[in-house]
């Protein structure tokens, strides 16, 4: 009897530590709530976590499974994606695909194996929450120590608050491609090509771009936004403190809608160490362009007793974000004088200039200097002329002759896609089992966005199978940039470096390119495939991936029991 | 009587749009949206003084849309509609850039009563100019087409200057209407708006100028009536 008792209290014990060390279960609790955001200039009403806009940053750890309860305050069904987590595909957030949604009231419990490390972020996937304000920050703590130290660390959330609401935005885009675009060529600009380019050559090209119908300043869809770091305009200035000669890791994530920044800490190199949460050989930069939905870690190291700047101009120039790094509270930063030469898309964005297009091969430009990008030390280069190296080193990824192509403000080294190579292989190399082309594709004057000419509502699936190596190869066939980002498995962008190709969630395709990646097929389910610009994805951008068979048929299909 | 017709195309115009804004909330593929291109005050060159206006309202998805087009000219000396018009068609994409329409359209000015039956096209003519085109069938059996042409110059980005024509044309007579065969009226205008609030509220000045033609011209002169007129235009670009 006693001993009886002893064994099962003993197998209760065990049976404890079972159920407690599998789960190694870490709680987080979450509310979606209708919020006030304040950016000084304007008040809206927006949606927020934990009664915030941005939400909380989420500190999770490799290792751990995540218990996420999230409560929905709003009345409204709503959802939490969380961007760049690989996980169940049930847990993925995306309603009509992973699951039902969150409806009003009720409470949804996310469980996360969590099984990764780096920077990434949540945002809601439903409707237009996530511009309306419904997103935050996640840091993954990793297992093992980092392959670089930093003494200590902030994230630097990007978004372009707009004070109208998502809705209202599609629906003026809808009704008015340009209701946004207070950047377009006027009489005064026709006036200055004139005296610069001569009459005819002006005419002929005003002629080109009215024939074709399109606009070379056609480059934010939606302007009049003002730039928030986490959740603070320039005007109430973020403001993250330092000692001098600190180690500064500064996580930046573009949660905005629609817009690109390229951001400096002018006086600071930049130290890129991870891209979309991976780690990267690490690059030093004046510069980097940091498309929507993606992140970038870089480290920065200020010497001196005193704030330093840091700007984020939107690509197209009509808005900006700044913050500052202080070595006290209430110190604010110079803010860097703005560029206001917006750029112009050229003809080489149109696509029609086909010398430089698609079938441009990356590997052989890049696979004999492996180490020459990454690895040049960029000091020396100050003093270069730089209008040539600019010449001989145009970045890859834009169309040659394109006008998107990036400077950085001091002329110095500006981050390329070509300079990302993975720290560590995620995975062995091997050759794509197939191709599967994505044209993106889209009518400006409609405002109808969509893959190879199909819109999501219109589409079948995109099918992939368990186990298979898929190589997607997407052409840009519109004027604008789309940041790809396929939900659930990662993407290997074909840098042309081979198993050093980084490891993205998100994949930036400019105007006139085409851009490979390749995704290891290893999550089952059904995902979603989406251009992460909030008002592309939901006039049609998208693509539900159904991927078929799974471990078990897999490992039955190799033999292997 | 005829207050009635109104109220009645009004009210089923307003329920519709209604209806599908409501869906619109639970379906966000359908869009909605209207337009007054011209809701100005008109002085003349002879003491006239009317009220016109020119607006589209519509509701749909990419694929379909129902939408209504309308116009008129209230005479404010005289108190009576010299014009009043109102189209309800269902609009498809035939390009790229250009929109097929087909439907009815109902004219009920102080005189004489019309409806129609209509086709045309509207869309992006390149050179950016916005272009309306269309067909009608009365129900005397009389065919007409007018033809809207309009331009958008940017001074500023703000500060537009609109130029634009109107040109209808009648394949048969209409006595009735006084419409005589041949081109019937045109009207050119130029007006120079600020957009005030976003692309919502644009208030301007501008010129406009009406002639009837050919036959149509005769017919005027033959009642005494004038045939052509010059105005100076106020009013407000409304967009929502």
């Not at chain 1, 509270?329 to 860097?336: Q, R, S, T, V």
């Not at chain 1, 080193?393 to 950085?408: E, M, Q, V, W």
């Not at chain 1, 993975?422 to 082309?437: C, H, V």
């Amino acid at each position: 009897m006693k001993q009886k008792f002893a064994r099962s209290a003993l197998w209760g014990v065990l049976a404890a530590i079972a159920v407690s060390s599998t789960a190694n279960a870490a709680n987080y609790d979450l509310s979606v709530d209708y919020v006030t955001i304040d950016t000084g200039e304007m008040k809206t009403t927006g949606i927020g976590y934990n009664g915030s806009s941005p939400g909380p940053t989420l500190r999770l750890k490799e290792g751990e499974e995540a218990v996420i309860k999230v409560t929905n305050n709003l009345d409204e069904a709503t959802s939490i994606h969380w961007h760049g987590l690989i996980l169940p595909y049930q847990m993925d957030g995306v309603p009509e695909i992973s699951f039902p949604g969150i409806a009003p009231g009720e409470t949804f419990t996310y469980r996360i194996p969590v099984s990764q490390s780096g920077t990434y972020w949540f945002h809601s996937h439903s409707g237009f929450q996530e511009p309306d304000g419904a997103y935050g920050s996640i840091i993954i703590e990793p297992k093992k120590r980092e392959p670089f130290k930093f003494d200590r660390e902030y994230v630097v959330v990007l978004k372009d608050k707009h004070p109208h609401s998502g809705a209202r935005i599609l629906r003026n885009l809808k009704m008015m491609p340009d209701y946004y675009n207070r950047n377009q060529r006027t009489l005064g600009d026709f006036i200055s090509d004139v005296s610069e380019n001569g009459f005819g050559a002006t005419l002929s090209e005003r002629g080109d771009w009215g024939s074709m119908r399109m606009m070379p300043t056609d480059i934010e869809d939606v302007q009049g936004f003002v730039g928030l770091i986490n959740g603070k305009s320039p005007e109430q200035n973020w403001t993250g403190l330092f000692k001098a000669n600190e180690r500064v890791r500064l996580r930046f994530i573009n949660a905005s809608a629609m817009t690109y920044f390229d951001v400096r800490i002018p006086g600071l190199e930049m130290t890129v160490v991870q891209a979309d949460g991976n780690n990267v050989q690490p690059v030093k930069v004046d510069e980097f362009r940091i498309s929507v939905a993606e992140t970038y870690d870089v480290i920065v190291q200020p010497t001196a007793d005193k704030p330093y700047a840091i700007m984020a101009e939107s690509m197209g120039r009509s808005g900006y974000a700044f913050g500052s790094l202080s070595p006290q509270e209430g110190l604010k930063a110079e803010m860097p004088a703005r560029r206001m030469d917006a750029p112009l898309l050229t003809m080489a964005d149109m696509g029609m200039d086909h010398g430089n297009m698609p079938g441009m091969d990356h590997s052989s430009m890049s696979s004999g200097n492996e180490n020459s990008m990454a690895g040049m030390d960029h000091s020396n280069m100050a003093g270069m002329d730089h209008s040539q190296m600019a010449m001989s080193k145009d970045d890859p990824f834009y169309a040659a002759g394109s006008g998107l192509t990036p400077k950085a403000a001091n002329g110095g080294k500006f981050l390329s896609y070509a300079d990302l190579k993975a720290q560590k292989p995620l995975y062995p190399e091997r050759p794509a089992t197939r191709e599967i082309e994505l044209r993106l594709t889209g009518n400006m004057e409609r405002y109808t966005w969509s893959i190879n000419g199909v819109k999501y509502e219109d589409a079948e699936p995109i099918r992939l199978k368990y186990g298979e190596r898929v190589r997607f190869k997407f052409v840009n066939e519109t004027m604008m940039s789309h940041p790809m980002h396929l939900h659930g498995m990662w993407s290997i962008l074909d840098t042309g470096n081979g198993k050093w190709d980084p490891v993205k969630h998100t994949i930036n395709i400019n105007p006139g390119m085409t851009v490979y990646s390749e995704t290891e097929v290893d999550e089952p389910g059904q995902w979603a495939f989406h251009c992460h610009l909030s008002y592309h994805m939901a006039s049609g951008m998208f693509r539900k991936v159904i991927v078929e068979g799974g471990p078990a048929v897999a490992a039955l299909e190799n033999g292997v029991q | 009587m005829k207050t009635l017709t109104l109220a009645a195309i009004g009210g089923g115009v307003l329920a519709t749009i209604l209806s599908f804004s409501f869906t619109a909330k639970a379906d966000n593929h359908i869009f909605y949206g209207i337009q007054m291109e011209q809701f100005e005050y008109r002085s003349g060159d002879e003491d006239e003084n009317l009220f016109v206006w020119d607006g589209d309202a519509f509701v749909g998805t990419d694929e379909l849309k129902l939408r209504w087009q309308g116009e008129g000219e209230r005479d404010l000396k005289n108190d009576l509609y010299e014009n009043f018009e109102n189209r309800l068609v269902l609009q498809t994409p035939i390009s790229d850039f250009f929109d097929a329409k087909a439907g009815i359209r109902l004219d009920t000015p102080s005189t004489t009563d019309r409806w129609y039956g209509t086709v045309g096209i509207m869309g992006l003519a390149p050179q950016w100019f916005e272009v309306d085109a269309d067909l009608f069938v009365s129900e005397t059996g009389d065919g007409s087409a007018r033809l809207d042409v309009e331009y958008e110059g940017l001074l500023t980005n703000r500060l537009i200057l609109t130029p634009s024509l109107e040109l209808n044309a009648a394949f048969s007579e209409d006595r009735e209407i006084e419409v005589g065969r041949g081109f019937s009226s045109a009207e050119i205008g130029l007006r120079l708006s600020y957009d005030l609030i976003d692309r919502a509220v644009a208030p301007y000045i501008g010129v406009a100028y009406e002639r009837k033609l050919g036959k149509t011209a005769d017919f005027a002169k033959d009642d005494g009536e004038d045939y052509e007129a010059t105005y100076l235009v106020t009013g407000l670009r409304l967009l929502f």
